[in-house]
Nanobody, 131 residues
Framework: QLQLVESGGGLVQSGESLRLSCAAS????????????IGWFRQAPGKEREGVSC????????RFADAVEGRFTISRDNAKNTVYLQMNGLKHEDTAVYYCAAKLARLGPLPLCSPDLFDSWGQGTQVTVSS
């Protein structure tokens, strides 16, 4: 069973940067990470989980939420079984628990970056941006 572990969260000031990592292990049925589309999602207190950025299995397609477009970038290193979310120009409203999730690519192309379309989830990492 695919296991995802997020890391890199922390407390920063407005305008600063963080890089989150999503490390995968134990890919289901022997599929390596490059068989999965990966998404980053976040959930702030009292709010629904929302999509932040998603990347296709090859890295050729990326999607970003309007709120982070131009500030966040997503990348993947399939050799390291890791997907990254580089967050620049952080704002107080970016404060949330950030999760990564995977969707097996054989089921189709990269879907919309919506939480209900992804299957395997990590435990999350807290990002707090002080204003």
């Amino acid at each position: 069973q695919l296991q995802l572990v997020e890391s890199g969260g922390g407390l920063v000031q407005s305008g600063e940067s963080l890089r989150l990592s999503c490390a995968a292990s134990g890919a289901a049925s022997g599929f390596p990470l490059n068989h999965y589309h990966i998404g980053w999602f976040r959930q702030a207190p009292g709010k629904e989980r929302e999509g932040v950025s998603c990347i296709s299995r090859s890295g050729g397609t990326e999607r970003f939420a309007d709120a982070v477009e131009g500030r966040f970038t997503i990348s993947r290193d399939n050799a390291k079984n890791t997907v990254y979310l580089q967050m620049n120009g952080l704002k107080h409203e970016d404060t949330a628990v950030y999760y990564c999730a995977a969707k097996l690519a054989r089921l189709g192309p990269l879907p919309l970056c919506s939480p209900d379309l992804f299957d395997s989830w990590g435990q999350g990492t807290q990002v707090t941006v002080s204003s």
